[in-house]
C-alpha cells in the first residue's frame, strides 16, 4: 500500500511542560493535523485486514536537510498510528523501517509504503 502526503514534513517536537500539562509546538501541532486529515482522504486504498510491518519512507523534492531523519520518520509514524494505518509503534508491529531523500529542486513530498 502506498500513500504520499503533499509539502514538507515538520520534525518530531519535544513537547514543553507549561502548569503540568505537556504542549506542542502550534506548527507542529498544525502540520500533523494536515498530514493526518490527508492520510484520511487516503484511506479508501487501505485494506482493513492487511497489518503491515514494514514502512518505507522516501522524502522527495526540497525538504530542509538540517532536519534529523529520524525525527522526521518518527512524525511520519506517530501520523500513522493516529490515522490507523498501525495499530502501534511498538516493534511488535513495526519490524522493519526504512528512510530515504530524493533531494531535488521539486516541491517536497512523503511517500509512504507500507507492507
Known sequence: MQFKLTGDTKSKARPRFYKGRALLPKAYRDWKEGAIHQLYMQRRNFDESAKPSEVHIIFVGKHNRKNDL??????????????????????????????????????????????
Do not use: F, R, W
Not at 76 to 101: F, G, N, P, R, W
Open 70 to 115: 529520524d525525527n522526521k520518520m518518527g512524525a511520519i509514524i506517530d501520523c500513522l498510528v493516529q490515522a490507523k494505518y498501525l495499530k502501534d509503534d511498538s516493534l511488535m508491529h513495526i519490524t522493519k523501517l526504512s528512510a530515504e531523500l530524493k533531494y531535488s529542486a521539486e516541491s517536497p513530498c512523503v511517500l509512504i509504503e507500507l507492507i
